[in-house]
């Protein structure tokens, strides 16, 4: 299996940690598109992901599945005696989903928006609204505040040990760099959080 | 259990659609929670869900689930014996997860900020920036576009049968609706397959 990524951006290395918590990460050749080149841009590659985004996970018989959960969640069911990132049952599925996609609309995504918004980064693609940029990396802060909060009585996200939901989250945090959100002393319990799961081999891969 | 929801907004109305298709819309009590009224900004909603959207489902022993897919999750697997909708195996459940965040990000999401920002809707809560919701209307056209293309091809939009892929991008072209993005013969495939999955039950509930 091929996994088209770029080191460096947030989302591909979503896919690596939990490949990585998982002891799958040899079964992907992980392939480098140079997003700043414009290779996601290419006939080629929109052939894979129409909407031009990594990471993206080409089956061998060619399938191509885009969106980091969508992949996360093939690996979860194609193999079933890796240890269990999304939950082992209705309610913890259910659980960690929905941290998932609280980690993506009020963290993730606002991070990106406010890099893009208020940098010029994309600005050959795209037309930068700093107001809009500002707004959202408020949003984000706010997301720091909340997930503090949480963590000062939970040593994990859900469901008392480590998940896709910290996975998630602890690549969100460290993204907030592109936007000069950093953790620090003044979110005691995040802070406590973040080196836990920074200091997991998974988290240098 | 008890959906909180609001029987207009188009999430919840994803989660009834995707209950009616598995025949479990019974099992569920639902209460409608008034956006306008801000009656989701309550101290007791905001117990339920910190993020104080709807939908939230409450289990009977007070668990609370928010966010859409992460509900349907919880029946898909609650309820092993009712229709399967996120799909049969590995590669089809990472298929559907893929479509449905597609469909979230580049349609769903781009219509509410088309809405929030064109509109005076939530103006008393936020600062529309219309500029911002005029670019987000525009990419959810190119989705229109999009989806025209691949339903030229495929009667459903994965798996080549209903699933909840079909129920989110149904329901993400109606609510298109608030931004006057309607579906007409300028887009005669997403038509066909529009008009035959409103003629369903299930998108009347």
Request: net charge negative; glycine share 4%; with cysteine.
């Given at each position: 299996?091929?996994?088209?990524?770029?080191?460096?951006?947030?989302?591909?290395?979503?896919?690596?940690?939990?490949?990585?918590?998982?002891?799958?990460?040899?079964?992907?050749?992980c392939?480098?598109?140079?997003?700043?080149?414009?290779?996601?841009?290419?006939?080629?590659?929109?052939?894979?992901?129409?909407?031009?985004?990594?990471?993206?996970?080409?089956?061998?018989d060619?399938?191509c599945?885009?969106?980091?959960?969508?992949?996360?969640?093939?690996?979860?069911?194609?193999?079933?005696?890796?240890?269990?990132?999304?939950?082992?049952?209705?309610?913890?599925?259910?659980?960690?989903?929905?941290?998932?996609?609280?980690?993506?609309?009020?963290?993730?995504?606002?991070?990106?928006?406010?890099?893009?918004?208020?940098?010029?980064?994309?600005?050959?693609?795209?037309?930068?609204?700093?107001?809009?940029?500002?707004?959202?990396?408020?949003?984000?802060?706010?997301?720091?505040?909340?997930?503090?909060?949480?963590?000062?009585?939970?040593?994990?996200?859900?469901?008392?040990?480590?998940?896709?939901?910290?996975?998630n989250?602890?690549?969100?945090?460290?993204?907030?760099?592109?936007?000069?959100?950093?953790?620090?002393?003044?979110?005691?319990?995040?802070?406590?959080?973040?080196?836990?799961?920074k200091?997991?081999?998974?988290?240098?891969?």
């Amino acid at each position: 299996m091929k996994l088209y990524e770029m080191a460096k951006a947030p989302n591909p290395r979503r896919v690596r940690m939990f490949l990585a918590e998982k002891g799958l990460l040899d079964e992907v050749t992980c392939i480098e598109i140079d997003l700043a080149k414009g290779e996601n841009l290419s006939t080629d590659f929109s052939a894979k992901n129409p909407m031009n985004k990594v990471p993206v996970l080409e089956l061998d018989d060619g399938t191509c599945i885009s969106e980091t959960t969508a992949i996360c969640r093939y690996f979860e069911e194609h193999y079933p005696d890796s240890p269990k990132l999304l939950g082992n049952d209705a309610n913890e599925k259910a659980i960690i989903e929905q941290w998932t996609r609280w980690v993506d609309f009020y963290l993730f995504l606002p991070i990106g928006m406010g890099f893009q918004h208020t940098t010029d980064y994309f600005a050959h693609r795209m037309n930068p609204i700093k107001e809009w940029g500002e707004s959202n990396i408020e949003q984000a802060m706010k997301f720091f505040d909340f997930l503090d909060n949480h963590l000062k009585d939970h040593d994990y996200i859900a469901c008392g040990r480590l998940t896709a939901a910290d996975i998630n989250a602890f690549c969100s945090v460290d993204f907030g760099k592109v936007v000069n959100l950093r953790v620090n002393e003044s979110h005691p319990h995040l802070k406590h959080w973040y080196e836990r799961i920074k200091a997991r081999p998974s988290a240098a891969v």
